[in-house]
């Protein structure tokens, strides 16, 4: 593989129930985000990992985790999902957290709760 | 008061026209500015990004940076209909203060 890779590419989800989304990355990247798009509001983020072992909150946190075991690796779990968190989730990387550094994205999953 | 401000179009423009895309920000302590491509469906791609003021071209496309007047544009010569996407603004303030813009939508009509 090469670059960032998401799984699934899509999934529909029953309102309450728990939901990983995988996110990995082969470019050895240190920095790692999750953002959501949506309509007429654009990417938002919602949690970023500067390096492994460390995570951050963004602009819309609430009702997401994530952790950052490895450099690879940063899923995003929702822990009950609602219908609110239908959108298309990106997962992004860039080399460092730096603020000349570009982000790299995922093809993405699209996800829907019912 | 959103952070970066893009019309939302659409834009159309004929075939070997320049296409003008805009952007503006609201803080003045952004330190690095992008441009990325999204076409429908798809992930965002990035165009170009640029960190000072005036202009960096890159083939057909021309990004413009006025930090005084807080304006980032992008233009595209000789557009193609390969062009027609939505294209997204975006500012880094400071590392992890990454922000969006709602994309603009432009179509090149053959």
């Known amino acids: 593989i090469a670059g960032i890779t998401q799984a699934p590419t899509s999934q529909i989800l029953a309102a309450g129930r728990r939901m990983t989304l995988r996110c990995t990355q082969d470019?050895?990247?240190?920095?790692m985000y999750w953002y959501r798009q949506d309509l007429g509001l654009g990417l938002r983020l919602i949690h970023y990992s500067n390096t492994a072992g460390t995570t951050g909150k963004g602009e819309v946190p609430d009702g997401y985790s994530v952790s950052r075991a490895n450099t690879d690796d940063f899923p995003l779990t929702l822990a009950s999902a609602v219908p609110s968190q239908t959108s298309v989730y990106f997962c992004?990387?860039?080399?460092?957290?730096?603020?000349?550094?570009?982000?790299?994205f995922g093809p993405g999953t699209r996800l829907t709760v019912l | 008061q959103k952070e970066v401000e893009q019309n939302s179009g659409p834009l159309s423009v004929p075939e070997g026209a320049i296409a003008s895309l805009n952007c503006t920000y609201s803080d003045r302590g952004s330190q690095s500015f992008f441009w990325y491509r999204q076409y429908s469906g798809k992930s965002p791609e990035l165009i170009m990004s640029i960190y000072s003021n005036g202009d960096k071209e890159d083939g057909r496309f021309t990004a413009q940076l006025n930090k005084a007047s807080q304006y980032v544009s992008l233009l595209i010569r000789d557009s193609q209909p390969s062009d027609s996407a939505t294209y997204l603004c975006?500012?880094?303030?400071?590392?992890?203060?990454?922000?969006f813009g709602t994309g603009t939508s432009l179509t090149v009509i053959p």
């Open positions: 975006a500012v880094n303030l400071m590392g992890n203060q990454f922000y």
């Open positions: 992004a990387s860039s080399r460092t957290s730096g603020a000349t550094d570009t982000q790299y």
């Open positions: 470019m050895r990247h240190n920095a």
